[in-house]
T-cell receptor, first 113, second 117 residues
Framework: AQSVTQLGSHVSVSEGALVLLRCNYS??????LFWYVQYPNQGLQLLLK??????LVKGINGFEAEFKKSETSFHLTKPSAHMSDAAEYFC???????????FGSGTKLNVKP | DTAVSQTPKYLVTQMGNDKSIKCEQN?????MYWYKQDSKKFLKIMFS???????INETVPNRFSPKSPDKAHLNLHINSLELGDSAVYFC????????????????FGEGSRLTVL
C-alpha cells in the first residue's frame, strides 16, 4: 500500500513570503499525485495534479508543484503567500490503474499579516 | 448547482442510535466514495463504489453499511453509533478516464459532521 508523508502539520508564513509544503510518498512505481486544499467547514478542492508529462505542474491560485522521482517528492510551492491561502493542504496519491487514493495527514497553513 | 451534495451537514445523536447520511453527485461519475476525517484532520477511505458495485471496503466495522441505489447516489447507514464514530464524513466521486489509466481527481461534498454523545 501507498503511504504519504507531509512534513510539518503546521506551517506559518508572512504575507508575501514563499510557501513551501512538503510531500513525500512511498512507491516503487510513480503514482498519480495530487494536492487538495480544505477551507474551514468545507470539502476538499483540487489544487493541482500530476499524472504524466511535465514534472512541474501549475494549479489554481498561483500554486505549483514539482514531481521529483529520485526524491519521491511532490512539494507544493507558491512564490508569495496571500491571506486567503490560509487553509489545510493535503497531498494525495493514487496508484496507476486504480481509483484508490491515499492522503497525507495534512498541513495547516497560517498566513500572518 | 452543487456537484456533490450530502445531507445532513450536521448530525448530533446519542450512542446506540442508527443514522444515515445521503450523498448525490450530478457529475456523471462512475465511482463514489466515503471518507472519514477524524479530529486530527486525517482522511481515511471507508468505501468505494463503481457503478453501484462495491470495490473498496477498508476494514470498516459492520455497523457501517453503504448503499448505492444507482451510480449517482451513495448513502451511508450507521447502526449502533459509538463515541468513536464522531467525525466528519465526506462523500466524493471521480470519473474513470479509460482502461489504461484510471485516475480522476476526487470531487468532494462539503462533509457531514457527526457528533455522538
Amino acid at each position: 500500500a501507498q503511504s504519504v508523508t507531509q512534513l510539518g502539520s503546521h506551517v506559518s508564513v508572512s504575507e508575501g513570503a514563499l510557501v513551501l509544503l512538503r510531500c513525500n510518498y512511498s512507491s516503487s512505481v510513480p503514482p498519480y499525485l495530487f494536492w487538495y486544499v480544505q477551507y474551514p467547514n468545507q470539502g476538499l478542492q483540487l489544487l493541482l495534479k500530476y499524472t504524466t508529462g511535465a514534472t512541474l505542474v501549475k494549479g489554481i491560485n498561483g500554486f505549483e508543484a514539482e514531481f521529483k522521482k529520485s526524491e519521491t517528492s511532490f512539494h507544493l510551492t507558491k512564490p508569495s503567500a496571500h491571506m486567503s491561502d490560509a487553509a489545510e493542504y493535503f497531498c494525495a496519491v493514487s496508484e496507476r490503474g486504480f481509483n484508490k487514493f491515499y492522503f497525507g495527514s495534512g498541513t495547516k497553513l497560517n498566513v500572518k499579516p | 448547482d452543487t456537484a456533490v451534495s450530502q445531507t445532513p451537514k450536521y448530525l448530533v445523536t446519542q450512542m446506540g442510535n442508527d443514522k444515515s447520511i445521503k450523498c448525490e453527485q450530478n457529475l456523471g461519475h462512475d465511482t463514489m466514495y466515503w471518507y472519514k476525517q477524524d479530529s486530527k484532520k486525517f482522511l481515511k477511505i471507508m468505501f468505494s463504489y463503481n457503478n453501484k458495485e462495491l470495490i473498496i471496503n477498508e476494514t470498516v466495522p459492520n455497523r457501517f453499511s453503504p448503499k448505492s441505489p444507482d451510480k449517482a447516489h451513495l448513502n451511508l447507514h450507521i447502526n449502533s453509533l459509538e463515541l468513536g464514530d464522531s467525525a466528519v464524513y465526506f462523500c466524493a466521486s471521480s470519473q474513470d478516464v479509460g482502461e489504461i489509466s484510471k485516475t480522476g481527481e476526487l470531487f468532494f461534498g462539503e462533509g457531514s459532521r457527526l457528533t455522538v454523545l
